[in-house]
């Protein structure tokens, strides 16, 4: 008897053994793997000035995104492969959530990517603490000639070009004329329309359409939408040196009228509210046709779209014409960086390049990046654009007369500020917070995050 | 580990009386040493070794993107000012003593019924053990968060019952009580504990207490309970560390946020939030470090505290 359980338990020792020293044996496969890394960085570093261009390399690449992202970028980037044979990529991709815990945690083990998709939130982050590496070096590898020099400006600080506009973007409203038309109600003219509109027309939906359909989704999840709210002001989310450029009270009135939707029933419940925001695009009030209006990024048009299963009409932000002056910007859809450690830059250049300034790569992304920025590309493709996408782009270009100027950089710490903006909206939209204390908050929190 | 040793140690204890170690053994006791060695290696490098870097770093102001500078003891007293972290503290500390408790009740419940030796128990058992397995595994907290979402199962079950129910994981009143109830769900472990200790109580002290016209309850209480004394420590120390740690279901849950309004904010989670999105990896140490001296002290106190209530009938 003992003689037989002895036996069972060896045997299962034997297998944990097993499984033990398979974990060891990775442990130090891994180890092996760094060490080896960071000798080639070294003599990457050094083999700068006579680089080889038919030199073999192996550049990492990384982005975030939807299912439809990463199968329209591995076509571009097989391509890419075809054309440039000494270069392999390996695509390193994840969803919006996990991206920036796994970019950090890649950076600190000394693995960063070498073209590394990076966000306006971040950049400033990634850049002063020496991540980064300065495009200008590689001009003559990265073309920017058709790129419009504001939009170049966005990935630029005192010391350098961090990163490349991949496209554009605008701040907007989506909304669905079935519903306005259902609920009788007329689509405003979105070059007059105020607050107080925004406010009466959305409780009117709700009024008018049956229980479960709303006329709006909250918008106080986000800051950008601040950042608009602000500048219509004359304020700003974020000054030129970083610093907060708005008071209190006008993050109070935001707030105040989030509330104000909410009581007239213009906007879900708080917690139907909460629930729509974990969901994204998809299952938001407008993409599952029962909601009127929600604020959204305009490359963001298609996937809602989609999902509602109806044509959808962009909307300028109200109140563009009710203060000192517009409030929306162009927004830099995301950015082309490169890692200050990659091995091989200029392969990495010659990638950021490829993604820029190819025809051939905008043909297969299209505005999947935001409206592509290349304004050469932009045109040649944009017989290619689907309905959606060509709509998207005339709304862009009827904006550029209407927007005054573009965001400077946002603070290092930037990045911390969406989920601030996230939990206060929750605090306030549960009437745990007044607007005025989730204002104070808000910029107490801010500007410890911010350093400000 | 103790759990092993506990278990052992009432196996050995069975009908055949004490086991004793045969000379044969010290000779397994050298290729258990071999055989183990790798798993000394891995606690070293994997677990030991990350635990002196990260006491290193919270001493420093280390983030991620850059090499740590030495700050001494910046990161602990900016805790004292953190009204965040405060709120986290509360958050598990409600977590932990609200659902370890009805865990370890709901765990005793069904390794009672369990125990009267019902046909096909062999499936029974593993019937209940199921949630422990899935309970902490990110599919079962995307679950969790559609059961208890608005238009989820609970809600159509109120409609039912003409009740108009709420988003209950979107609501910060509520949210927190959801995830309570999920740890309740994977009473599973602790079920299979208390069932070995429940066969380890002899059958004549039952008998006994029946022909002394003892009822049910009675014995209940003045035989299983006491008996059981010992099991039920060990199920809380390892069942209250363990809740300490949860982590998974809050990050699924609440979409990585802690939310809605910081409601299911664990420390675990506010420590990752931390260490990784805020890139604040020192501050994020020196708040693994209070866990430890958290938990450690909470421990200390259940043994203290054990004196008192838990019997050992050796």
Not at chain 1, 3 to 28: C, D, E, I, N, W
Not at chain 1, 431 to 451: C, K, N, Y
Not at chain 2, 100 to 127: E, N
Not at chain 2, 242 to 266: E, I, K, L, N, R
Request: aromatic share 12%; with cysteine; charged share 20%.
């Amino acid at each position: 008897m003992s003689h037989l359980t002895r036996t069972k338990t060896s045997r299962r020792g034997f297998r944990l053994a097993a499984v033990a020293m398979a974990a060891g044996l990775a442990l130090t496969a891994c180890a092996g793997g760094d060490d080896g890394t960071g000798t080639d960085a070294d003599a990457g570093d050094g083999g700068v000035a006579t680089a080889d261009p038919d030199a073999e390399a192996t550049i990492k690449f990384s982005w975030w995104g939807s299912d439809t992202r990463h199968e329209l970028t591995q076509q571009v980037i097989d391509n890419f492969m075809v054309k440039h044979p000494n270069i392999t990529v390996v695509s390193d991709f994840t969803d919006w959530g996990g991206y920036w815990d796994k970019l950090a945690t890649t950076v600190a083990a000394g693995d960063a990517p070498d073209v590394i998709t990076h966000e306006e939130r971040y950049l400033r982050d990634y850049a002063t603490r020496g991540v980064l590496a300065d495009l200008n070096e590689y001009s003559d590898i990265i073309s920017l000639d058709s790129i419009d020099d504001s939009i170049i400006a966005a990935g630029q600080m005192e010391d350098g070009q961090y990163g490349i506009p991949t496209g554009v973007n605008a701040y907007s409203i989506l909304a669905d004329p079935q519903i306005f038309e259902e609920a009788g109600v007329e689509m405003p003219d979105d070059t007059t329309w105020t607050w107080e509109d925004y406010v009466e027309i959305a409780a009117e939906i709700t009024a008018n359409t049956p229980d479960g359909v709303y006329g709006a989704q909250d918008y106080g999840f986000n800051e950008p939408g601040f950042a608009i709210f602000a500048r219509q002001r004359g304020e700003a989310l974020y000054n030129e040196d970083g610093s907060l450029g708005f008071t209190a009270e006008t993050l109070a009135e935001w707030w105040e009228i989030s509330l104000e939707l909410r009581d007239q029933g213009g906007t879900p419940p708080a917690s139907t509210t909460v629930e729509i925001d974990a969901g994204g695009p998809e299952q938001s009030l407008v993409g599952t046709n029962s909601g009127a209006m929600a604020f959204f990024w305009t490359n963001q048009l298609g996937a809602v779209t989609n999902a509602a299963g109806r044509d959808l009409v962009l909307l300028r932000h109200p109140g563009e014409s009710q203060f000192e002056r517009t409030g929306m910007y162009f927004k830099p859809a995301m950015f082309l960086s490169m890692s200050a450690r990659s091995q091989y830059p200029e392969a990495a250049a010659t990638l950021i390049d490829y993604m820029l300034n190819d025809p051939e790569a905008t043909e297969i992304l299209l505005s999947d990046r935001g409206l592509p920025a290349n304004t050469e590309v932009r045109e040649a493709v944009r017989d290619q654009f689907s309905e959606v996408d060509q709509y998207a782009a005339e709304f862009l270009s009827d904006l550029e007369t209407h927007i005054v100027d573009g965001l400077p950089v946002p603070p290092v710490g930037a990045g911390e500020v969406a989920e601030i903006t996230r939990r206060i909206n929750a605090e306030v939209l549960f009437d745990r917070l007044t607007p005025q204390q989730g204002a104070e908050q808000f910029i107490a929190e801010v500007s410890t995050a911010t350093g400000n | 580990m103790s759990a092993l040793g506990e278990l052992a140690t009432l196996r050995r204890k069975g009908p055949k009386g004490k086991v004793t170690m045969a000379p044969s053994e010290r000779g397994d006791n050298k290729a258990a040493i071999f055989f183990l060695a790798p798993w000394f290696v891995g606690l070293g490098l994997i677990t030991i070794g990350p635990m002196v870097a990260s006491l290193f770093l919270s001493f420093t102001d280390y983030s991620l993107l850059q090499p740590p500078n030495w700050i001494a003891l910046e990161n602990y007293e900016r805790m004292i000012s953190d009204v965040r972290l405060h709120n986290s503290l509360r958050v598990t500390f409600t977590y932990v003593f609200v659902s370890v408790p009805l865990q370890l009740a709901a765990a005793l419940a069904l390794a009672l019924f369990l125990d009267r030796g019902l046909r096909g128990l062999a499936l029974y058992r593993s019937v209940f053990y199921l949630p422990s397995l899935l309970g902490g595994s990110v599919a079962i907290a995307i679950l969790w968060r559609q059961i208890f979402g608005t238009n989820g199962l609970i809600n159509q079950v109120l409609a039912f019952f003409g009740i108009q129910g709420q988003g209950w994981v979107s609501h910060p009143d509520y949210a927190l009580g959801t995830l309570m109830i999920l740890n309740v769900w994977t009473f599973g472990a602790p079920m299979i504990i208390f069932l070995a200790g429940l066969r380890q109580i002899p059958e004549m002290y039952y008998e006994a207490a029946s022909i002394d016209g003892a009822g049910r309850i009675r014995q209940f209480m003045n035989i299983t309970i006491p008996l059981l004394t010992p099991i039920i420590f060990f199920n809380l120390v390892l069942q209250v560390i363990g809740a300490f740690q949860a982590f998974t279901q809050a990050f699924v849950v609440s979409g990585g946020t802690g939310g809605p309004a910081d409601s299911t904010m664990f420390y675990t989670l506010y420590l990752y939030q931390r260490g990784f999105t805020a890139l604040d990896m020192g501050y994020a140490s020196a708040m693994a470090w209070l866990l430890v001296v958290i938990v450690a002290g909470l421990t200390a106190v259940n043994f203290l505290l054990s004196k008192y209530w838990v019997f050992y009938n050796d």
